[in-house]
């Protein structure tokens, strides 16, 4: 067995070992079993379409939350976990509605699992909020699930390329300068906007890596160079209302 493939197997068991947790805590019914929607789940975030939008991207965003909510939030946390796990659970480059989509599967699955209405209504609000993860002031479970999504324009320069070329993998069907108008175009916004990150802990270690990288790439497609996918990506043409990437 490669170390990829121990690597894969280790983080399929460690989250279905935490779905079992976060369904536990978020109020299912004892006598129903979650081991079948993990099933599901995971075998949906594995579809071969997938490059950036993968069960590492679910990984990486759960870990994500757990540094947030380690400073203390407020947030309704089971149902912030559910959010990140239903939130790419349908994904599809070319389509608009995925994140509807994704939102009515969970409005679905977690009353067939017990989980009261009222939990699943945020749950589905917080999956429809990726669209434009831009949560009102106060919105506690809306800044931490969209800070820990938008999370990666912060890595490492080489995390930012890596994930980038994921992205851009995932929409091969757009042609380069259409890429590249549209992807820069989107740049241009987040680099406006007066915060990228709504949670103390984000704003403080996040947000000067995150412009950083962002900057970087819109210098680079000024010059001409390889269009770059985003979690708040752009590109024309792709067939979504949203940039590549969300």
Do not use: K
């Not at 959010?83 to 509605?97: G, I």
């Not at 007066?194 to 949670?199: D, K």
């Amino acid at each position: 067995m490669t170390s990829a493939m121990t690597s894969d197997t280790r983080r399929e068991q460690d989250l279905r070992a935490r779905w079992h947790a976060t369904t536990t805590a978020a109020g299912a019914a004892p006598d129903r079993d979650p081991a079948p929607y993990a099933d599901r789940l995971l075998a949906a975030w594995a579809e071969p379409q997938r490059r950036y939008h993968t069960t590492a991207h679910l990984a990486d965003v759960l870990a994500r939350i757990d540094v947030l909510a380690a400073e203390g939030t407020g947030a309704d946390r089971p149902a912030v976990e559910l959010a990140a796990w239903f939130h790419d659970a349908v994904y599809r480059p070319d389509r608009s509605e995925n994140e509807e989509r994704s939102a009515s599967l969970a409005e679905r699955a977690l009353p067939e699992l017990g989980i009261d209405g009222d939990r699943t209504a945020e749950v589905a609000r917080l999956v429809r909020l990726t669209i434009t993860h831009d949560p009102a002031p106060g919105d506690a479970d809306g800044e931490l699930l969209c800070d820990a999504d938008l999370g990666v324009l912060a890595g490492t320069p080489e995390e930012y390329a890596a994930y980038a070329a994921a992205v851009r993998a995932e929409y091969g069907f757009v042609p380069d300068e259409a890429f590249r108008d549209g992807r820069a175009a989107v740049l241009r916004q987040l680099l406006a906007l007066p915060r990228l990150f709504r949670t103390a802990y984000g704003a403080a270690h996040w947000e000067a890596p995150a412009r950083t990288n962002l900057a970087a790439e819109l210098a680079r497609l000024s010059e001409g160079g390889g269009g770059a996918g985003g979690e708040a990506g752009g590109g024309a043409g792709s067939g979504s209302d949203q940039p590549p990437g969300m």
